[in-house]
Nanobody, 122 residues
Framework: QVQLVESGGGAVQAGGSLRLSCAAS????????MGWFRQAPGKEREFVSA????????NYADFAKGRFTISRDNAKNTVDLQMNSLKPEDTAVYYC???????????????WGQGTQVTVSS
């Protein structure tokens, strides 16, 4: 029903910024809560941020608060994650996901993107 494709990852130095984008196909995008998760090598996938279907409610992991901003544009079927003040510990594959609940847990997500690599060097 929904296909998600992430872009915008890359390699940056500590303190730098990246803007991740997720483009969604399908006509039901606006009915889903959207979120970003990340997975570092050897670690479990963890929640980064989520946004409600109408874009009003937002939630962030503690490590993301004050540094990351999630947004969505239902008219364009996109959800973005602006990442500022990046740290080496932010290095991970970042995944866009869609689910039926807000706040999102990984188990709530029915659709996942392929992931985009973010590498932050010190």
């Amino acid at each position: 029903q929904v296909q998600l494709v992430e872009s915008g990852g890359g390699a940056v130095q500590a303190g730098g910024s990246l803007r991740l984008s997720c483009a969604a196909s399908g006509r039901a995008f606006s009915t889903y809560a959207m979120g970003w998760f990340r997975q570092a090598p050897g670690k479990e996938r963890e929640f980064v941020s989520a946004i409600s279907d109408n874009g009003i409610a937002r939630n962030y992991a503690d490590f993301a608060k004050g540094r990351f901003t999630i947004s969505r544009d239902n008219a364009k079927n996109t959800v973005d994650l602006q990442m500022n003040s990046l740290k080496p510990e932010d290095t991970a594959v970042y995944y866009c996901a869609a689910g039926s609940r807000f706040p999102l847990g990984a188990h709530d997500c029915a659709y996942w993107g392929q992931g985009t690599q973010v590498t932050v060097s010190s």
